[in-house]
């Protein structure tokens, strides 16, 4: 008898997983709230069909979960609670892409009893990230080394030549969840101390990163709690550890323009629940005297830091007129700052068609050898989508939604027998899955010893 999947979500990172399934025979049943949207992922694949499911609806969800073997959450974090607990009274598998938030976590022991397996944090970042760093470090501390310094950063892009606008970057999902994330706290490790970094303050730490690859002009900051990854990657010996973004080099000081005018606030404001000239939201926002250029100039220029020099003032109030709000333009209203200046950066920094996504993942390791030599040794993966238009999948999609399908496909045939709430940080749950994702998808991280 074949094997079902339940995937909940049929965002872009699930068409990937659902061919992978499809492909492997078997049974995949997408379910959203809206029908249309399930079955236009699923009416191209074999043994693939569409339903109707609203997550908020237990006995519906628990109905679902139990008539499959394993079910896929592919929807925003805050429901995989929700998830496994339906999982856990039918007995049936569950895989995420997500972190293991605490409310998954506190579920790990009824998980156990029920004898499921609950596996998380495999697709790119978090996934292919740890399966890299957990196998390096295990390599190095086996050989009797210790990992001194640990760098890992990730940067879901626009190919270089597409990279044609003041932020460097087109938005494949909710540019709104993009500029959320921006506001969340880091913290980190470096030269032995906690650094902490409030989000209002996050792009002011960016700095350029050296990758070993001269073509790329990257910028790195940090990207929410590193510190914990000395004890979940098991190098307490490690005086820098530290996760975070890679951007283009003009993305940080556009944005903490935006976040200094006040655009990343989404308290409500009546001003713009209707549809005023760009100008007009703008000086408001900003607090200036009037719509006029000049007052609008005075007020940006009395609120941003990053006005640094006069050239640099210069090229971003250019990048802000490029945005257009400072014309005429009537604005899309959506209530608040943050959601208004969404809707035009949705409309002006979108993929067109031919156009294309990169992926950028690495880890820097900074090795003292049992010997007492050193060496800094990176592991690299740098991925393009397929052009938007071709009917493939974007490298963000592809990097997230197999790696997902091939940890489904590794429960539902015993190489994952390990049962609670799981991550990939240890080498029994990891080698496996990356023996798969090289040799039937190409894809793999690329280690160089850089001295």
């Keep these: ?28 049943t997408v379910a959203c709230r809206t029908l249309a949207t399930a079955q236009s992922l699923a009416g191209s694949y074999a043994n693939t069909k569409a339903v109707s499911l609203d997550v908020n609806d237990t006995a519906a969800l628990e109905a679902a979960v139990a008539a499959h073997d394993l079910t896929v959450s ?3 974090y805050t429901f ?6 339906a999982a856990i009274k039918a007995k049936k598998h569950v895989v995420t892409t997500s972190y293991v938030s605490p409310a998954m976590l506190e579920l790990d022991a009824e998980c156990k009893a029920a004898g499921i397996t609950v596996m998380n944090e495999i697709g790119l970042d978090p996934g292919i990230d740890h399966l890299y760093a957990v196998d390096l470090i295990d390599r190095v501390h086996k050989a009797g080394g210790k990992i001194l310094s640990f760098k890992s950063f990730c940067g879901g892009l626009t190919a270089p030549e597409n990279s044609d606008n003041p932020l460097g970057y087109k938005f494949s999902w909710s540019s709104r969840g993009v500029l959320l994330a921006l506001k969340n706290n880091a ?11 409030s989000g209002l303050d996050l792009m002011d730490t960016a700095k350029p990163y050296w990758t070993g690859f001269t073509g790329f002009n990257f910028v790195a900051y940090g990207n929410r709690d590193s510190s914990n990854y000395l004890e979940r990657y ?6 820098t550890c530290v996760r975070g973004t890679l951007r283009y080099a003009g993305f940080p000081p556009f944005i903490k323009t935006l976040v200094d005018i006040g655009f990343l606030d989404d308290q409500p404001k009546d001003f713009l629940k209707e549809a005023i000239p ?14 006029s250029e000049d007052d609008i100039v005075a007020a940006i220029s009395a609120k941003a830091t990053t006005f640094k020099t006069a050239e640099v003032k210069s090229q971003l109030i250019k990048d802000l007129k490029w945005l257009g709000i400072f014309s005429t333009a009537k604005i899309t209203p959506r209530g608040n700052p943050l959601d208004t200046l969404c809707a035009t950066l949705e409309d002006k920094m979108t993929f067109q068609d031919g156009e294309r996504d990169m992926v950028f993942l690495q880890h820097m390791f900074e090795v003292e050898n049992k010997d007492g030599s050193k060496n800094t040794i990176s592991s690299t993966l740098c991925e393009y989508g397929a052009p938007i238009g071709s009917g493939g999948p974007s490298a963000m999609a592809k990097l997230v939604g197999i790696p997902g399908a091939v940890a489904v496909q590794q429960v539902l045939n015993g190489t994952i027998s390990e049962r609670g709430v799981l991550a990939p940080m240890n080498t029994k749950l990891n080698t496996p899955i990356m023996k798969e994702l090289d040799e039937k998808y190409g894809i793999k991280c690329t280690e160089k010893i850089l001295n």
Aim: aromatic share 4%; proline share 4%.
């Design 278 to 291: 760009w100008n007009e939201a703008l000086a408001k926002v900003a607090g200036a005297k009037s719509s």
């Design 80 to 85: 995989h609670a929700v998830v496994i607990k």
């Design 234 to 239: 098991n190098i307490p010996e490690a005086q």
């Design 1 to 28: 008898m074949s094997q079902s999947v339940l995937i909940l979500g049929s965002g872009f990172v699930a068409t990937p997983a659902v061919e992978v399934l499809s492909k492997a025979g078997i049974q995949v």
């Design 187 to 197: 913290k980190y490790v470096e030269d032995g101390k906690i650094v902490e970094v």
């Design 74 to 76: 592919l929807i925003p």
